[in-house]
């Protein structure tokens, strides 16, 4: 088992353009979980779904959208990029009640 | 509102010696207290866990400890190896309905001296 991949694992971005991260896993969880880390900022919440076809604002929303294609796929999308959204991304999957599994990650950068 | 306090961003301790790892939380609402710990480059892991009904919980050189009254949360590796450096963040999870949410701390930075 794969547990929870992600694609790409790095992307330098012009403010302005747009892009979208996948993320898939292959453990049949019905929840699946968007964060950004920035340092000394922790993990935080952008959006989550807590089963094929609903989604959730988190924390921190703004800039950004995201699609629960099928019940393994949960992609990202940025419209428009702009450097405050320079971090890490980890997508994450779980049943409810149960501890998340992560991804490694991608890298962006917004210049 | 800050709902998870981890003052100390960092910790440096011998290697064969204990580290104490602590987080202090706000919403008295959580379910489930669990620590994850995150190489760099690298995604973060589940570590350990306790639930809201026990106050003790171990798995080999780990051990969590959860006071209520305080709310307090404790991670305590004994004894600590230089495979443990790290960064540890405490997360508090939240079941509402369909939806499970994990609320993180900052994270705690371990360095394990050989």
């Known amino acids: 088992n794969a547990g929870v991949t992600q694609t790409p694992k790095f992307q330098v971005l012009k403010t302005g353009q747009s892009m979208t991260l996948q993320c898939a896993q292959d453990?049949?969880?019905?929840?699946m979980y968007w964060y950004r880390q920035d340092p000394g900022m922790g993990l935080r919440l952008i959006y989550y779904s807590a089963s094929e076809g609903t989604t959730d604002k988190g924390e921190v929303p703004n800039g950004y959208n995201v699609s629960r294609l099928n019940k393994r796929e949960f992609s990202l999308r940025l419209e428009s990029a702009a450097p405050s959204q320079t971090s890490v991304y980890f997508c994450?999957?779980?049943?409810?009640?149960?501890?998340?599994?992560f991804g490694p990650g991608t890298r962006l950068t917004v210049l | 509102d800050q709902q998870v306090k981890q003052n100390s961003p960092s910790l440096s301790v011998q290697e064969g010696r204990i580290s104490i790892l602590n987080c202090d939380y706000t919403n008295s609402m959580f379910d489930y207290f669990l620590w994850y710990k995150k190489y760099p480059a690298e995604g973060p892991t589940f570590l350990i866990s306790i639930s809201s009904i026990k106050d003790k919980n171990e798995d080999g050189r780990f051990t969590v400890f959860l006071n209520k009254s305080a709310k307090h949360l404790s991670l305590h590796i004994v004894p600590s190896q230089p495979g443990d450096s790290a960064v540890y963040f405490c997360?508090?999870?939240?079941?509402?309905?369909?939806?499970?949410?994990?609320?993180f701390g900052k994270g705690i930075t371990l360095s394990v001296r050989p």
């Open positions: 994450a999957s779980s049943e409810i009640g149960y501890e998340q599994f």
């Open positions: 997360a508090f999870l939240g079941v509402t309905g369909a939806n499970s949410k994990l609320t």
């Open positions: 453990m049949n969880h019905n929840s």
